[in-house]
């Protein structure tokens, strides 16, 4: 069985950012991000060693404002 043409397989969409991804996205600095990871507000997760910041949390932090 072969597997199905690149534009036939389903996306999968990431459930979050990697530190550096996160701060592409949003046009901050990794010092930035560190520090409100340090200060908690900005909530992560470790997995494999790896800091992932969950879509939920990127949301909540653009709806507030902050």
Do not use: H, W
Request: net charge positive; with cysteine; aromatic share 8%.
């Amino acid at each position: 069985m072969r597997p199905a043409p690149p534009d036939k397989r389903k996306q999968i969409e990431p459930l979050g950012y990697r530190v550096k991804d996160f701060c592409l996205a949003l046009d901050t600095s990794p010092a930035q991000a560190y520090e409100m990871m340090r200060d908690g507000r900005l909530p992560y997760v470790v997995i494999g060693g790896r800091r992932f910041i969950t879509n939920e949390t990127v949301e909540r932090l653009l709806s507030s404002g902050e």
